[in-house]
């Protein structure tokens, strides 16, 4: 029997990452789409042969005729992060199997209310923390669990995000805007506090967080310029030019169907135009963080810290694991793990297999576990929702040291909301 999946949210990762990958089984049949863009609704409908009358534009019709009839066995929950909650606390009602797109909720009570229903509910839920699923970051995990490196005491980690991802995502894009979305910690690099979580296998004690938004603002913008790039002076000669960004054989190739779904040159330069992905990046209304570095400590006297910029020229993450009988070291952009065993002379180079891909293979990794969770194994769910729910309340905390300039005790952050 095929499961039947329905996937809320029609967007880059609801349907280009998890939908593509759920399509490419046999036993699984994408049978619901909910996407309030009636184009990319049709499309992706079209793209994944759903019925038309399983095809909405609002979650609220969905649940209305699930009710009526079981349509759907399992949930892909990848909407924007403040219309995450409802969905799923209706979802659970219908005991469904659930895919939730980080993060779960960019508000802590909404989080602590989604812990408590979620406590003893009965299917699963899956939080999209796909680094876990990873093979690269599964290597590191095996090597500090089998003590190759001795006791874990520091790991420094970095998320390079790339200075025209960052353009596209956080000043441009959907998530630019604290109101409209959720902190930059929170959106980005949840997965990364989420990280740090499965690599040290400690709880978090105390943070302590740096950063601002400090260059992409109206004080930045070069004389002369225009707030649209298609009107302005120097149009071909910006960085961060949105004139050709969008056209084949340029990095924002990929995203072009998701602000020009039609895929013609008349349609992406209206949508350059008059949307928001022709704006001038220091024309824009961002507020979210364009740096910040972040210090933990965890028990055990592990202490780490976390850097996240939008100054990098590739998208990658890098870290460094410090233990009392050695040193990992990894870039994703590389399948491969180099180890430094103390007292040894020579690098220790351990080839990964792994897909050198967006998160590294983590996207089809997750889905898999999906998967063979609905089917009974439960044994390769390494993102149950309680112990993500950790990971966002050290982004929750880390948000309240920056902006008030304090050392945060977690477990008294988490006792005041």
Excluded at 142 to 160: A, C, F, K, Q, R
Excluded at 273 to 288: E, K, L, S
Aim: hydrophobic fraction near 35%; glycine fraction near 8%.
């Amino acid at each position: 029997m095929k499961i039947r999946v329905g996937i809320i949210g029609a967007g880059e990762r609801g349907r280009i990452a998890y939908g593509r990958i759920l399509n490419s089984y046999e036993d699984v049949k994408i049978a619901a789409i909910v996407e309030q863009d009636p184009n990319r609704l049709a499309i992706t409908g079209a793209e994944f042969g759903v019925d038309k009358k399983h095809l909405y534009t609002d979650a609220r019709e969905f649940f209305k005729d699930l009710s009526k009839e079981r349509f759907v066995d399992a949930l892909v929950i990848a909407t924007y992060d403040r219309e995450h909650y409802q969905i799923v606390i209706d979802a659970m009602d219908y005991n469904l199997d659930i895919l939730l797109e980080k993060p779960i909720t960019p508000d802590p009570a909404e989080l602590k209310a989604i812990a408590e229903k979620a406590a003893n509910y009965p299917k699963i839920i899956m939080v999209c923390h796909v680094l876990r699923y990873a093979p690269l970051y599964m290597k590191l995990k095996d090597l500090i669990d089998e003590g190759t490196i001795g006791d874990v005491m520091s790991i420094s980690h970095n998320e390079n995000i790339g200075y025209w991802h960052f353009a596209h995502s956080f000043v441009r894009g959907n998530w630019r805007n604290e109101k409209l979305s959720s902190p930059l910690i929170l959106q980005k690099s949840c997965h990364d506090m989420d990280l740090l979580l499965y690599l040290t296998g400690k709880k978090p004690v105390n943070i302590q967080a740096f950063g601002d938004l400090t260059y992409f603002i109206d004080e930045n913008q070069p004389e002369g310029a225009s707030d649209r790039c298609l009107d302005c002076k120097y149009q071909d000669t910006c960085l961060y030019s949105a004139k050709d960004f969008y056209k084949e054989g340029f990095r924002g190739y990929g995203w072009r169907n998701l602000i020009d779904p039609a895929l013609t040159d008349e349609t992406l330069e209206e949508a350059l135009r008059t949307g928001p992905y022709g704006r001038c990046v220091w024309a824009c209304d961002n507020d979210v963080c364009d740096h910040q570095s972040i210090s933990i400590e965890f028990e055990d006297g592990i202490s780490a810290v976390f850097n996240l910029s939008a100054f990098s020229r590739d998208l990658h993450r890098n870290i460094k694991i410090q233990g009392t009988l050695g040193e990992l070291e990894a870039d994703d952009r590389k399948a491969q793990v180099i180890m430094r065993k103390f007292g040894q002379g020579e690098d220790i180079i351990i080839d990964v297999e792994a897909e050198i891909s967006f998160h590294g293979g983590g996207d089809s990794g997750i889905i898999d576990s999906f998967l063979r969770g609905i089917r009974g194994d439960r044994s390769r769910i390494r993102t149950d929702i309680n112990e993500s729910i950790s990971s966002h309340m050290m982004c929750f905390a880390a948000e309240k040291s920056r902006k008030e300039h304090v050392l945060v005790d977690i477990d008294d952050y988490i006792a005041s909301i």
